[in-house]
């Protein structure tokens, strides 16, 4: 799944990031049912595999997903034009967690007013629907 097909919402959704040695707590700063970005104090580094638990407020769900580090801000400035962080792709998430994480991002993205294009928006619906029809 090409991560780029869905468009991100920017949401502050709490994250516990878990390697195998060690584990830190992290904030996304936005997400898409393929990735997030999240902000930490200590990035991990670029291609690096972990585990991740994310919890979605105001619900009753956490997302376990596998991820990978596709971009990481381990050396540079940490402000608000770039924030210390990485950029992860979601290896391995359930059918389930992703229809959720589409639907919160739809729900953020109507109650912004947030101009998306029409491709994304479709993607996300598509991606709603789908996961519907297969539960």
Same mark, same amino acid.
């Given at each position: ?105 739809? &729900?953020?993205? &109507? ?10 928006? &479709?993607?996300? &619906? ?10």
């Amino acid at each position: 799944m090409d991560y780029r097909n869905f468009a991100r919402a920017n949401v502050k959704w709490p994250v516990l990031i878990s390697t195998d040695d060690s584990s830190r707590d992290g904030v996304t700063l936005n997400v898409s049912p393929s990735g997030a970005y999240i902000r930490c104090g200590n990035p991990l580094r670029l291609n690096e595999v972990f585990d991740m638990t994310i919890d979605v407020p105001n619900s009753e769900w956490f997302i376990e997903a596998t991820a990978e580090v596709v971009f990481s801000n381990i050396y540079g400035p940490d402000d608000k034009i770039s924030p210390r962080g990485m950029g992860v792709r979601f290896l391995s998430i359930t059918s389930k967690d992703r229809q959720i994480i589409a639907k919160e991002v739809l &729900q953020h993205l &109507q109650a912004d007013k947030v101009e998306i294009e029409q491709w994304k928006l &479709q993607s996300l &619906q598509t991606l709603i629907i789908d996961e519907s029809e297969t539960n």
